[in-house]
């Protein structure tokens, strides 16, 4: 028993097993949960502050798509990232380093952290094609979108024939990180606090915050 380091687990569990119709895809989800981190910094760096912890809150944003269309997915997935960092006026760099076992394309998103003197992460986007889906055994039936392409009629033997041909395929999945609530904070309050050690909020936060302008 573990405990999950994201909510990209137990978002991917709802369809472990399941055979999917392709009107069902693509399917978008959002979860909000805790993540739990065995990591206390990566070989003693980063061991104080927030920025490696072993429990944060953290928004994943996980998707389910047909092969053909999981890297227009990704592309999407990373423009509602950029949306977000870019409405908090964040400087950005995306590096397309450190590719994990099971990404087969992936996007870092950096945010300029002054307190570090350097680039720190604060999201990513993955493909992670049929990975994740193999193992859960998430599959669908392209069969059915072949055979409304040749008719639907019962009596059509060109349809019939498709659909016995055809097996069930493994879906795709990606997912990215929306929002990580501690890396977060280290982004804004550092990047907006001002020489009299008062802090502004971003305007887009505002109206969340009671329409306060600073803190400190």
């Known amino acids: ?3 999950a380091a994201t909510a990209e687990i137990p978002l991917a569990g709802i369809y472990a097993g399941k055979i999917l119709f392709p009107s069902q895809l693509p399917i978008r989800m959002v979860g909000f949960g805790r993540a739990f981190r ?11 502050g927030l920025y490696r912890v072993h429990q944060f ?3 994943e944003i996980f ?3 047909r092969p053909e269309e999981s890297d227009a997915m990704l592309n999407e997935i990373v423009s509602i990232q950029e949306e977000i960092f870019c409405e908090l006026e964040l400087i950005l760099d995306m590096p397309t380093y450190e590719l994990g076992a099971s990404a087969y394309r992936k996007f870092d998103i950096e945010a300029w952290m002054p307190g570090r003197g350097r680039w720190g992460e604060i999201s990513s986007a993955s493909n992670c094609t049929d990975y994740q889906s193999r193992r859960l055994n998430i599959r669908y039936k ?30 795709h999945t990606l997912n ?7 890396r977060m904070i280290i982004a804004i309050l550092e990047n907006f606090q001002r020489d009299d050690g008062k802090v502004t909020i971003p305007k887009v936060l505002r109206n969340w915050m009671c329409g306060m302008k600073e803190i400190g």
Not at 38 to 48: I, L, S, V
Not at 150 to 168: R, S
């Open 1 to 3: 028993r573990t405990l």
């Open 38 to 48: 065995a990591e206390a910094g990566a070989r003693g760096q980063d061991a104080k």
């Open 57 to 59: 809150s953290k928004v």
């Open 63 to 65: 998707c389910l798509t």
């Open 142 to 171: 392209p069969s059915i979108s072949l055979q409304e392409q040749v008719g639907n009629n019962a009596n059509n033997i060109a349809g019939q024939k498709a659909q016995q041909t055809l097996h069930t395929e493994f879906v």
């Open 176 to 182: 990215g990180t929306a929002i990580a609530v501690p």
